[in-house]
């Protein structure tokens, strides 16, 4: 569980999936972002987008070192919800992803199978789905966009791309790009994935000492005491946000999401970095000159983004200034992100005294409630007891989600409603 990736290069199994999900990614978006903006209709929610790649090339497809297809499923939406509700620049997007074709791979951190890789600069995320999930999305896709427009500061997963790529011998690769919560110049110290369950909900104390990265759970959090320490004011707005969030994925009736939290303590600052530039850079498994590609972690600072964004005509001329391009991707339009792309802890005044920043945000939120996780349920049912195991319906999953993320806040209750056996409601 721990956010350190291994760069793929070109002697890696999965080198050929990588450079055909970034060429498909760099073809599709830019021929979208090409063409004139225009508002949305009910189509562009099913529309997909196919593309065929070989070695030779064609009109519609430079030519590429492999042969493939991939998909682009919803162009518009997905360009919609990028520029217009995330807040990203489109030559940044496709900067990040695709400047330089290196990934890392976090290979598969959780249960399901999925694969993680981090773009080169850390911000984005492709994680590889399961056909079902990918079903659901674009099932979900009108609420999901409705959801976003209406809640520019939700803590919900950002998607800003579904995609698809399928190798010469049939094999179909589904997955998505999101939003890396954490970031890259800041060392998350303590990292935490709640459900509000507590069966089987515990990173195991005794091994923390040899893994300190690893990602803790529900019954971590609270034998460790832990508060989310915010004043009044954050306080309430990530109540309310939290739950509107909630109210949305009880409505699509998912469930399994969770609230991840990364805690960054201020005072200890980046002295621990294991899991970003410092390894990249000085990781004697990348050949030298890989190695210099992977300096320029801000890759909108780099000549190469200054050139792609005038290439790109952006919008803002003023974007194009250094000064502008500190403070990118930090998200300051965001009340969530707002604090070096976080959330500062604030005291009972609603003053920064505390040196804590938190990265919090709704993951894993593309598992419906039906097949696998009704039998779950079943079987499960007959033996813990009902309330705190992990598979009940979304709506009691929702509810009991949400009043642990209340009880977990300062004031939230949670210090006698924890003990002696935390039970929700
Ligand atoms: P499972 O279904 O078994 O829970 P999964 O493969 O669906 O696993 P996720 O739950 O989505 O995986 O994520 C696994 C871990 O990866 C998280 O606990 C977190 O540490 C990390 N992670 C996932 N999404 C993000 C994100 N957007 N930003 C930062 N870290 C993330
Ligand atoms: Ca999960
Ligand atoms: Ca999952």
Redesign the pocket.
């Known amino acids: ?1 721990v ?1 350190v990736g291994n760069l793929i290069g070109e002697d890696h199994v999965n080198y050929v999936m990588m450079y055909n999900m970034l060429t498909g990614i760099r073809i599709a978006v830019s021929r979208c972002q090409a063409k004139i903006k225009r508002p949305l209709s009910t189509e562009d929610f099913t529309a997909k987008h196919k593309y065929s790649f070989d070695i030779v090339g064609n009109e519609l497809t430079p030519s590429a070192k492999y042969d493939f297809k991939f998909k682009d499923y919803a162009p518009w939406v997905f360009r919609e919800l990028r520029e217009d509700y995330f807040g990203l620049d489109p030559a940044d997007y496709l900067l990040s992803l695709t400047a330089k074709y290196i990934l890392s791979e976090l290979g ?5 199978g ?1 694969f ?1 890789y981090f773009s080169r600069d850390y911000r984005f ?1 492709i ?1 590889t789905i399961h056909h079902s999930e990918h079903k659901f999305l674009l099932s979900i896709l009108p609420q999901y966009h409705a959801h976003i427009k209406n809640n520019p500061h939700t803590l919900v ?1 950002r998607f800003y791309g579904l995609h698809r790529v399928k190798l010469p011998r049939g094999r179909k690769i589904h997955f998505v790009i ?5 970031p890259p110049h800041k060392d998350i110290h303590e ?1 935490f ?1 709640l459900k509000g369950s507590t069966v089987g909900r515990e990173y195991p104390e005794a091994k923390m000492e040899a893994n300190p990265r690893a ?1 803790m759970k529900d019954l971590n959090w609270i034998n460790r005491q832990k508060q989310l320490e915010l004043g009044p004011e954050k306080r309430a707005l990530l109540t309310a946000q939290l739950e509107r969030d909630a109210e949305m994925l009880k409505a699509v009736k998912v469930m ?1 999401y ?1 609230l ?1 939290v990364g805690i960054h303590y201020m005072k200890r600052g980046n002295r621990e970095n294991v899991r970003t530039k410092t390894l990249k850079v000085f990781d004697p498994a990348v050949p030298m000159m890989r190695r210099k590609t992977t300096m320029y972690h801000k890759g909108g600072r780099s000549p190469e983004a200054l050139a792609m964004r005038l290439a790109m005509g952006s919008s803002d001329p003023k974007r194009l200034t250094e000064d502008a391009l500190v403070d990118k991707g930090t998200g300051s339009q965001f009340i969530f992100y707002q604090d070096e792309g976080g959330l500062r802890a604030t005291d009972e005044e609603n003053s920064d005294a505390l040196d804590m920043i938190y990265y919090l ?1 709704v ?2 939120i593309l598992t419906p409630y039906h097949t696998k996780k009704s039998l779950e349920h079943f079987w499960k049912g007959l033996s813990a007891d009902r309330h705190k195991i992990s598979p009940v319906p979304p709506s009691e999953y929702g509810d009991r989600f949400f009043s642990f993320m209340k009880a977990i806040m300062r004031g939230g209750g949670g210090g006698e409603r924890f003990k002696p056996d935390y039970k929700p409601e």
């Open positions: 569980g956010l598969s951190p959780g249960k399901s999925s993680f995320i994680k997963s999101m939003n890396n919560l954490f990292t994935d990602v399994d969770s991840l945000g993951i894993d």
